[in-house]
């Protein structure tokens, strides 16, 4: 059974604080993907990564960094952690054939930031 | 620029109606994909139906159906005889060739008993 896991459903951090979101695949997949989904505004691409190391900024990406050392590991970073960055963060990855196969989620990570 | 565009933002239906879901994409690509997702209450994304940018043949799987117009760059998606578990929010998305996934702002559809 294939997997996306977040390292937490809930987290609970203060403005300031540094915060690392995780997910991890077991479906080596090259493509992982970080959104955040808030009411109205659907899922919005934070950041994504095609291989090792590599990563693109998507359409969210201030006040966030990624890492991405090990192909199945893409950690999410909230640098100073502020108020408008309390959300629901969902964790994907892509298939093997790319683009046109479906991508997988985590269960996802509610953060609230105080 | 949004990308994938969700006009609706909630339907409400009776049991056994049927749900037209509207998506409107924009892309510079000649080679895309689009798909369907459902988001139920419990949460998780979970996959329902793809299409490819060469392919304007319309399907049917089981309940549900999609109409893939490239001339209007729309991607609609019908739920028939509509069940009270198909109440969820539905997500149309494209991907691209840079790799990149992009959703709309979802439409949240209640099927009431």
């Known amino acids: 059974d294939v997997k996306v896991t977040q390292s937490s459903r809930y987290l609970v951090k203060r403005t300031g604080e540094k915060v690392f979101l995780e997910c991890v695949q077991d479906?080596?997949?090259?493509?992982m993907f970080w959104y955040r989904q808030d009411p109205g505004l659907g899922l919005r691409l934070i950041y994504f990564?095609?291989?090792?190391?590599?990563?693109e900024k998507g359409d969210i990406p201030e006040g966030y960094s990624v890492s991405r050392e090990k192909k199945e590991r893409f950690s999410l970073i909230l640098e100073s952690a502020s108020t408008n960055q309390t959300s629901m963060y969902l964790c994907?990855?892509?298939?093997?054939?790319?683009?046109?196969?479906?991508?997988?989620f985590g269960q996802g990570t509610r953060l609230t930031v105080v | 620029a949004q990308k994938v565009t969700q006009a609706q933002t909630e339907i409400s239906v009776v049991e056994k109606e049927d749900v037209t879901l509207d998506c409107v994409y924009e892309?510079?690509?000649?080679?895309?994909?689009l798909f369907w997702y459902k988001q139920p209450p419990s949460g998780e994304l979970v996959f329902l139906i793809r299409?490819?940018?060469?392919?304007?043949q319309n399907e049917i799987s089981g309940r549900y159906s999609w109409n893939f117009q490239k001339s209007t760059s729309s991607f609609n998606f019908t739920i028939t005889a509509s069940q009270v578990v198909d109440s969820a929010v539905y997500f149309c998305?494209?991907?691209?060739?840079?790799?990149?996934?992009?959703f709309g702002a979802g439409t949240t559809v209640t099927v009431r008993a």
């Open positions: 994907a990855s892509h298939g093997q054939g790319g683009m046109n196969t479906e991508a997988f």
């Open positions: 479906m080596d997949h090259e493509n």
């Open positions: 990564s095609y291989d090792v190391k590599m990563k």
């Open positions: 892309t510079r690509d000649t080679t895309y994909y």
């Open positions: 299409r490819n940018s060469f392919d304007e």
């Open positions: 998305a494209l991907s691209e060739v840079d790799y990149k996934l992009s």
